[in-house]
């Protein structure tokens, strides 16, 4: 395959809005490496090291959230954005209005 390696993250212990991603990134085999990040425990679940981190995390990119998804030059964070990214680049995106 001549696909590169793309990075995702998302927190380490949620499915949330990343297990979407994830689905389609296995789904495609595309090669990637998942850092989840760290969150505290229930009920709060602080999010401290994440905004401690994030704005070096992303250093390069101007609205670092969760989760992202880095793949050569292109950074993209929004799980809707990263998916319609994903879905042009695998072509699983409609490309008429009946698909």
């Known amino acids: 395959s001549n696909l590169r390696m793309v990075e995702f ?23 990637y490496t ?3 990040e760290l969150c ?3 009920p709060y679940y602080h ?3 994440w905004l401690k981190n994030k ?9 670092p959230n969760l989760p992202y998804l880095r793949d050569g030059e292109t950074t993209l964070t929004h799980h809707i954005a990263i998916m319609q990214y994903l879905g ?12």
């Open 88 to 99: 042009r680049k695998h072509g699983l995106y409609p490309v008429i209005e009946q698909e």
């Open 34 to 36: 998942f850092t989840g």
């Open 55 to 63: 704005y070096t995390t992303l250093s390069d990119y101007d609205f």
């Open 47 to 49: 999010k401290q090291e």
């Open 9 to 31: 993250s998302y927190w380490g212990e949620c499915r949330g809005y990343g297990h979407p991603i994830r689905l389609m990134l296995e789904y495609t085999a595309s090669p």
């Open 40 to 42: 505290g425990p229930p």
